[in-house]
């Protein structure tokens, strides 16, 4: 099995800064694309920031310049650093990585979830 964790939530004032942070174990062969996702209250979860196996991103069009997603392979760990946060990004945010496991089959795992609230 392969278990995703992810930390770093909380409440942030208009303006200020957070980093998510994402670790997956278990039994991880390699891991592919890893991603952020949001979701808000009476709204549908939506992609917020995705970076492949190589290394490269993409972000939604609402967080780019304020976003950044990264990852350390070595820790099997992906990070959302946000800044210039706004009451709009108020969601629960999930990680979520698509894994090939220790038994060659490729599955996309998903974290539990972390609460971000942007508000003064």
């Known amino acids: 099995q392969v278990r995703l964790v992810e930390s770093g939530g909380g409440l942030v004032q208009p303006g200020g800064s957070l980093r998510l942070s994402c670790a997956a174990s278990?039994?991880?062969?390699?891991?592919?694309?890893m991603g952020w996702y949001r979701q808000a209250p009476g709204k549908e979860r939506e992609s917020v920031a995705i970076?492949?196996?190589?290394?490269?991103?993409n972000y939604t069009d609402s967080v780019k310049g304020r976003f950044t997603i990264s990852r350390d392979n070595a820790k099997n760990t992906v990070y959302l650093q946000m800044n210039s946060l706004k009451p709009e990004d108020t969601a629960v945010y999930y990680c979520?990585?698509?894994?090939?496991?220790?038994?060659?089959?490729?599955?996309?795992?998903w974290g539990q979830g972390t609460q971000v609230t942007v508000s003064s």
């Open positions: 979520n990585a698509d894994v090939l496991t220790s038994w060659y089959r490729n599955y996309i795992y």
């Open positions: 278990g039994s991880i062969h390699t891991i592919n694309a």
């Open positions: 970076i492949s196996g190589g290394g490269s991103t």
